[in-house]
């Protein structure tokens, strides 16, 4: 259980982006493109899923891991203006069980032929640990990084 001193933190993760503004929006936007990177357990399966990117929209997600335990996200556009900011709150849970509830905004601004991006995520760990969701968001971002290279070279 998370204790209650731990329970609120706010993180800010920072990458560089191949690319403008509008590419990395793409990764965001289009939801092939978003599962190529967001998608971390390939050996999990996918219950069900909406992708909806829009202000007001609605992502969602409900997986079963290798043991089990259903997983599900519930993600609700707030603000979306493109391509410079995304505005979300979201919801985890594991089975029944909250685990978190979260604010995230993303800033994405022009680097010359890259983007710089700016992620801040104030988090409310019910259950859990915050070093850990910190990590996988990050290793999130990593993938982001390559998949973006990799379509760029394809365009190339």
């Known amino acids: 259980m998370t204790a209650l001193s731990d329970r609120h933190s706010t993180f800010t993760i920072e990458r560089i982006l191949p690319g403008r503004p ?3 929006w793409r990764f965001w936007a289009d939801p092939v493109l978003k599962q190529a990177w967001s998608g971390c357990h390939p ?3 996918m219950l069900e899923q909406i992708q909806d990117f829009q202000t007001g929209g609605r ?3 409900r997986m079963r891991d290798t043991d089990g335990a259903i997983h599900s996200v519930d993600m609700r556009y707030l603000d979306l203006l493109q391509p410079q900011r995304i505005l ?3 919801t ?5 069980t909250p685990l978190s509830a979260s604010l995230v905004t993303i800033d994405f601004m022009p680097k010359g032929e890259a983007t710089g991006m700016v992620y801040t ?3 409310t760990m019910l259950a859990g640990d915050t070093a850990q969701r910190r990590a996988g968001t990050g290793h999130g971002f990593d993938r982001l990084v390559l998949e973006m290279e990799r379509a760029l070279a394809t365009l190339q």
């Open 59 to 61: 992502d969602f997600s």
């Open 92 to 96: 985890m849970h594991l089975d029944a």
């Open 43 to 45: 050996d999990w399966t």
């Open 22 to 24: 509008s590419h990395a």
């Open 121 to 123: 995520e104030q988090l």
């Open 88 to 90: 979300y709150a979201y």
